[in-house]
């Protein structure tokens, strides 16, 4: 089992950038398949980029990709997310994962994976 905390979040003007950070513990961090999601009030949770258990492969959601880079730094048992160019659609909550599952993507999540507590992100206009 692995527990996952989101830092880094807060309010930031549009076209500003934040790097959120998800610390792990607990079993090896470079088990697991990482991912970042996002829930903006009244929608859907939505999947915002995933990557490999050595980092070699990213996958981005259309909506962020060019703007948003995803990394983990499996020595620190950390899974980063550089935002840039932040607009106002992008105000969520958003929530790191961690999945067992074979493969190098994780754009759809299941019962078996694991969730931080998510960290609010806000961008003003």
């Known amino acids: 089992q692995v527990q996952l905390v989101e830092t880094g979040g807060g309010l930031v003007q549009t076209g500003g950038s934040l790097r959120l950070s998800c610390a792990a513990s607990?079993?090896?961090?470079?088990?697991?398949?990482m991912g970042w999601f996002r829930q903006a009030p009244g929608k859907e949770r939505e999947f915002v980029g995933s990557?490999?258990?050595?980092?070699?492969?990213?996958t981005y959601a259309d909506s962020v990709k060019g703007r948003f880079t995803i990394s983990r730094d499996n020595a620190k048992n950390t899974l980063y997310l550089q935002m840039n160019m932040l607009k106002p659609e992008d105000t969520a909550v958003y929530y790191c994962?961690?999945?067992?599952?074979?493969?190098?993507?994780?754009?759809?999540?299941?019962?078996?994976?694991?969730w931080g507590q998510g960290t609010q992100v806000t961008v003003s206009t």
């Open positions: 990557i490999s258990r050595i980092g070699t492969t990213t």
């Open positions: 994962v961690a999945s067992l599952r074979a493969g190098v993507r994780l754009e759809v999540t299941t019962g078996d994976d694991y």
């Open positions: 607990g079993r090896s961090f470079s088990s697991y398949l």
